[in-house]
C-alpha cells in the first residue's frame, strides 16, 4: 500500500534547502573574499550574487509548499516495480549513479530544447557572471513542468525513491563546485568527470558553447551523443541569456520567460503553431 511508505519529494533532496542552502552561503562568501584577495573580483557581482539568494530563498519556500506533489508518480510506480533493486552491495549503487547520470543527461538536455522546460531552465543561465552563487539559481517551477518525469523509470525499475532521490542530490551537491569561478583543472579525470572548465562552457553564450556539456557528475554521455565541447580558444566565454536582458529582480529572474513564453502563445495563430512554441527549441 502506499500509505505504508513514506512519501519524500526527491527533488527536494536535489535543492538547496536548509542546512545545505547555510553552507552554500559560506562557499560563496569564501569565494567571493578569495577572489577579493586575488584580485580577482571581476568574476563577481555584489548585485547579481544578492539577487541570486533571493532567487534561491524563494526556491526553497516553494518547493518546500509543494513537497508532496512529485513523491506520488514514484511511489505509486515503485509499489508496482518490476524488480526489486536491494542497494547493499557496490554494484547495485553503481547501476544507481549511472541510471542517475543517463536520466540527467537527457532530463537537462531536453531542459534546452524545450521551451516549456526551458521556461524554469533559463533561470540558472540567467547569471552573467559565473562563480558559485550562480549554482543557486534554479528555477521555481520545476515540479511544475514535469522535470521529475525523466527520473520514475528508476522507481519502476526497481530503485526506492528515497535512494533515487539521495542519488540526485549528491550529483548536485558535486555540480555546486562545477560552479567555481577559478579555472580548476582534474587532470586525466577531465575525460570522464564533469568539470569547472566543461561546466563553464555549458554555461557560457558563445555560439559554440550552445547546448553543450549537459552531463550532471560525468561527462561521457556528451562525449557519447555528441554534445561535448571544449572552450573555444579564440574568443572569451560570454554568460547570461542570449536575446535577454539581465535583471537583478529575483521574482524576474525565475518567472520572466514564463511572461515571454506567453506572450508568444498568444500572439501565435493556430493551435499547431502554440504547440510549436511551447514544445520547440527555445
Not at 539559481?137 to 539521495?166: D, E, K, N
Not at 542519488?167 to 586525466?188: C, K, N
Request: proline share 4%.
Amino acid at each position: 500500500m502506499l500509505t505504508t511508505l513514506p512519501f519524500p519529494d526527491v527533488m527536494v533532496y536535489a535543492r538547496p534547502t536548509g542546512l545545505f542552502l547555510a553552507l552554500t552561503l559560506i562557499f560563496i562568501t569564501a569565494e567571493y573574499l578569495y577572489a577579493k584577495l586575488a584580485h580577482h573580483d571581476a568574476h563577481h557581482d555584489v548585485r547579481e550574487t544578492v539577487a541570486s539568494i533571493g532567487v534561491a530563498l524563494g526556491d526553497v519556500a516553494i518547493r518546500t509548499t509543494m513537497a508532496g506533489i512529485v513523491a506520488v508518480p514514484f511511489l505509486i510506480l515503485y509499489e508496482n516495480r518490476l524488480m526489486d533493486v536491494r542497494l547493499n552491495t557496490a554494484w547495485s549503487w553503481l547501476a544507481l549513479f549511472l541510471g542517475v547520470e543517463f536520466c540527467y543527461y537527457w532530463f537537462h538536455r531536453a531542459s534546452h530544447r524545450v521551451r516549456w522546460l526551458w521556461a524554469t531552465h533559463s533561470v540558472h543561465h540567467s547569471a552573467t557572471h559565473f562563480n558559485l552563487s550562480a549554482a543557486i539559481r534554479l528555477g521555481w517551477t520545476g515540479q511544475l513542468t514535469g522535470a521529475f518525469v525523466f527520473f520514475l523509470p528508476l522507481a519502476w525499475i526497481g530503485f526506492h525513491p528515497l535512494a533515487v532521490g539521495a542519488m540526485i542530490g549528491l550529483g548536485l551537491v558535486y555540480q555546486f563546485f562545477l560552479h567555481s569561478a577559478f579555472d580548476v583543472r582534474l587532470g586525466v579525470l577531465e575525460h570522464v568527470l564533469n568539470t569547472p572548465a566543461h561546466h563553464r562552457v555549458h554555461h557560457a553564450s558563445n555560439a559554440s558553447c550552445l547546448d553543450r556539456n549537459y552531463g550532471s557528475t560525468l561527462i561521457v554521455f556528451d562525449k557519447l551523443f555528441g554534445t561535448f565541447a571544449e572552450a573555444p580558444k579564440s574568443e572569451p566565454l560570454r554568460y547570461g541569456l542570449k536575446g535577454r536582458e539581465p535583471s537583478l529582480n529575483p521574482f524576474w529572474i525565475a518567472l520572466g520567460e514564463w511572461v515571454h513564453l506567453w506572450s508568444d502563445v498568444r500572439q501565435a495563430r493556430g493551435l499547431r503553431q502554440r504547440l510549436r512554441i511551447i514544445f520547440g527549441a527555445p
